[in-house]
């Protein structure tokens, strides 16, 4: 059978219909064109980019520039990667779309008009960068093996400049000299972390500057060990990498998402207090071998064998560990003494901006919140005046992010104001929420003489 083609004319009302539809196509397609080229600052100023607004808090009168140097003001904040956004895991937010979130995340990161900005859980670099470029930041990004995300840090361009930077890849740290290769490492969870790590200098000043680490320590509430052995490293490597930068008088920033609490074994090692029975117990309880170390181990569950925060695990991965083997003499994991050994090397130990600075503020004003009330925490306990939560979710609510200083030998760092943390009832029922916060996280940020 053949077909015989056939010339058909448009009625007038038939070409009339056609015009309008290609002029309606054509409007949309100047929009779409427009909204992509939308400048930033317009995403940022926009109805959507709006955010509870946190005033800053005085510890001291400004002091005097010090050698000729000016305070520096340093942000930390866990971004909540859009890759890692999942609508069961945020049952009450109406605002999980990147389009609805990123507005908010920029106003709040340039609202802070830090000098650095440590930011975790970055992705979406096309989106971010020429929102960072346009407010004058210059920036390093890295991210772990196979991450969809990563540690950026930020930095003005009219007073900083980049020295040198170094990557630590956790899951790759010898944490001995000794022993097999995988004994060396000590290594309980393959979990792909990193730590970026950037020498700043004034400019101008070459002479004064700053060692700049963010990380993101493993998210596994049931890892503490694992969690703690990265803590040790990025301590260590830290001190190592000022002293072979020959920085001995720059005093360092470990800025991030430490997923530890408090109470719990890491920040206790970090800050050089004595470990107590219960954190004892949840380091022996965390002393296991997961199967993306030993490839021999028998899986608990066969679908989940990837337990970090890109993939998920089937069970429940807050409450229990899964697809691992109790650890042998033989896999190397460091005993509590030798994790003590591990954060002694620096005798000038991490001190907690926020921690300190709260501490400063009750004694100068009135009673802050902070989290040692509901975590039982003396006032005279280390920790115990950090923020009431960095991370507040339908389902977790935590501190877990920190800015930390290390000083120099000759010189101690002092906060002259901190950014207030949000109150409870900004938070409630959970972040991300419209009109406060783009993140689950809240963003912290120190000025620092």
Not at 5 to 29: G, M, W, Y
Not at 280 to 298: A, C, K, Q
């Amino acid at each position: 059978m053949s077909f015989m083609s056939a010339t058909f004319t448009l009625t007038p009302e038939q070409l009339a219909l056609q015009e309008v539809r290609r002029l309606k196509k054509d409007k949309a397609a100047t929009s779409a064109g427009a909204a992509s080229s939308t400048a930033p600052g317009t995403l940022v100023n926009n109805e959507k980019g709006q955010i509870v607004p946190r005033p800053w808090l005085a510890l001291q009168d400004s002091p005097s520039p010090t050698n000729g140097t000016r305070p520096v003001k340093i942000m930390t904040w866990n971004l909540l990667a859009q890759c890692l956004v999942r609508r069961e895991l945020f049952p009450n937010c109406g605002c999980l779309k990147s389009s609805q979130r990123e507005p908010m995340l920029y106003k709040e990161i340039l609202s802070a008009d830090a000098d650095i900005l440590c930011l975790q859980e970055v992705d979406r670099l096309e989106k971010l960068i020429p929102v960072l470029e346009e407010a004058n930041y210059d920036h390093v990004y890295a991210s772990g093996p196979g991450k969809k995300h990563g540690c950026l840090i930020g930095f003005r361009k009219d007073s900083l400049r980049i020295r040198n930077q170094s990557v630590l890849h956790y899951d790759d740290i010898d944490i001995r000299t000794d022993g097999t290769e995988h004994s060396r490492k000590g290594l309980s969870f393959q979990t792909r972390n990193i730590a970026n790590v950037v020498a700043l200098e004034r400019l101008g000043q070459p002479s004064e500057g700053f060692i700049v680490a963010t990380t993101h320590l493993f998210w596994h509430p049931s890892y503490a060990y694992e969690r703690a052995r990265q803590a040790g490293i990025l301590l260590r490597e830290v001190i190592k990498y000022r002293e072979s930068s020959g920085l001995l008088s720059w005093p360092c920033f470990l800025a991030g998402d430490f997923n530890f609490g408090p109470t719990e074994p890491g920040y206790a090692l970090l800050v050089g207090d004595t470990l107590t029975p219960a954190q004892e117990e949840l380091l022996e309880r965390s002393r296991v071998v997961h199967v993306s170390v030993d490839p021999t181990v028998p899986l608990t569950n066969p679908f989940a064998t990837n337990d970090d925060e890109d993939g998920g695990a089937q069970t429940d991965p807050d409450k229990v560990i899964t697809n691992a083997r109790e650890a042998s003499p033989a896999d190397g994991l460091l005993k509590s003494s030798e994790l003590v050994d591990l954060f002694a090397v620096t005798a000038l130990r991490p001190r907690s901006l926020y921690d300190e600075g709260q501490r400063l503020l009750e004694k100068i004003s009135s009673p802050v919140p902070r989290c040692g009330e509901r975590m039982g925490l003396p006032p005279h306990k280390r920790g115990a005046y950090e923020p009431e939560w960095t991370c507040y979710t339908h389902y977790w609510k935590n501190v877990l992010d920190y800015i930390w200083v290390i000083d120099p030998p000759d010189r101690r760092a002092s906060v002259v104001r901190l950014l207030q943390p949000h109150a409870t009832e900004n938070l409630h029922p959970g972040l991300p929420r419209k009109g406060v916060s783009g993140s689950d996280h809240v963003s912290l940020a120190a000025e620092v003489q």
